[in-house]
Every structure is written in C-alpha cells, then in structure tokens.
C-alpha cells in the first residue's frame, strides 16, 4: 500500500522541474502575444513589452521570461503595454491564458472589446436589468444566468469607468 508522500515522491521524479521560460527567439528578451477572440485578432505574435490579464485567481502580470502559467479568464481588463510604453485596453468576458515554455503568450477571450469601444449607458442598462432578474427570483439555472450577466455588467461599467 502506497502512503500519499511516497506517491507524490515517485511523481516528481516522473515530472521535471518547473522552470522560467526560454526567450521566444534565442538570446531575446521579447513576449510575443498573441491575443484573440472568435470574431476578431488583436494581437498575433506580436513582441510586446508586458501583459497583464484578469483570471479566477487575481491578475497576472507576464513579462518576458515568466513562468509558464495556464490561466482562466474572468471579465476584466486585459492590458496590454506596447514597447513604446503606450498601453492598449481590451475587456475580455471569459478564456484562457497560456504562458508557454517558449515565452509566447496566448490570450483567447470568448469574447473581447476595446475599453474604449465600450457605451457606459448600456452596460449600466444592462447591469440594472440583470441585477433585477436575479433578484426576481425564477428557476435556479435563471438565477445563475442572471448572476453571471450582472458580473459582466458590473466588470464592463468598471472597465469604462477606469475602476478596472
């Protein structure tokens, strides 16, 4: 009978050792990012100075050599800062992050806009209706349906408003 430490000792013999990820191109300190959504391409392999992403488990800040890193997108706003030091803003409703062993980083929203692209009234409009739904009460499934509709309402008025 195996005991859990053992178990865990013979893994990490198996698994090798987490490390920095190598420069995207030999002897370069660049993150590429590549940043996409079904309906659009933001960014596609392009060297960026830093990116900073909202996932389930806080924002991520990635710079060039960080460690490889998977990551669930939660709504917010993914920042991105160019070489040039200007900064671009997308929100981003849900997805995935992955940092990779060969310092590429991809960013697949579900769904993505500029922050600037985004009307204050209606996300507000859109926070109220969905706040009053789930309010109203219903079925269990419409209650978590309006919950998570209020939660990207909520992260759209603040991305627009600069609380983000």
């Known amino acids: 009978m195996f005991s859990l430490a053992r178990s865990a000792r013979a893994i990490a013999r198996i698994i090798p050792k987490r490390t920095y990820a190598a420069?995207?191109?030999?002897?370069?300190?660049?993150?590429?990012?590549?940043?996409?959504?079904?309906?659009?391409?933001?960014?596609?392999?392009?060297?960026v100075k830093q990116v900073d992403v909202p996932t389930l488990a806080g924002t991520v800040g990635i710079l060039a050599n960080h460690v490889p890193t998977l990551g669930v997108l939660k709504p917010g706003v993914v920042q991105v800062t160019e070489l040039d030091g200007t900064t671009q803003k997308l929100f981003v409703t849900s997805g995935t992050l992955s940092m990779n062993i060969d310092g590429t980083v991809q960013v697949l929203a579900e769904e993505a806009i500029k922050v600037e692209e985004i009307d204050e009234a209606k996300a507000r409009s859109e926070l109220d209706s969905a706040n009053r739904k789930a309010a109203e009460g219903g079925s269990e499934v419409e209650r978590a349906e309006a919950q998570i509709r209020a939660e990207v309402a909520e992260a759209l008025v603040k991305a627009v408003t600069g609380q983000a």
């Open 23 to 47: 420069p995207a191109a030999a002897g370069s300190e660049e993150l590429q990012l590549s940043l996409s959504s079904p309906s659009a391409a933001y960014y596609s392999n392009t060297v």
